[in-house]
């Protein structure tokens, strides 16, 4: 069953650029990342950006949820987050802070 998952991150505000740039280099820098979410099932992977605040609103489509959070746990996003660490709001871990938002509508 494919979950829709809707998150809210930050990203630093001199960093706009960059973090858009990162994300661009992605599949070519970070292949392994690129290839875990899709195994995972992760699809329609859209990230948005309010620039006035530095807020993320990320949407994505996860056919296996265990996959997908096994992700955690691999070098190559452990090497993603610390690679993205300096432009936003993270954990100890090097992980985003990230806060999951509640689908409280949708139509197909």
């Not at 998150?7 to 290839?35: C, G």
């Not at 996860?62 to 452990?78: G, N, Q």
């Amino acid at each position: 069953m494919t979950v829709r998952l809707g998150q809210i991150m930050h990203v630093n505000p001199n960093y706009y650029d960059e973090y858009e740039k990162r994300h661009s280099d992605l599949p070519v820098k970070f292949p392994e990342m690129k290839k875990a979410l899709k195994e995972a099932g992760a699809h329609n992977y859209s990230i948005y950006l309010d620039k006035k605040t530095g807020t993320l609103f990320a949407y994505l489509e996860v056919d296996d949820m265990d996959k997908y959070k096994a992700i955690a746990e691999m070098d190559a996003c452990k090497e993603w987050w610390a690679y993205m660490a300096p432009l936003m709001d993270t954990n100890p871990d090097k992980s985003p802070v990230t806060f999951d938002l509640p689908e409280v509508f949708h139509l197909d």
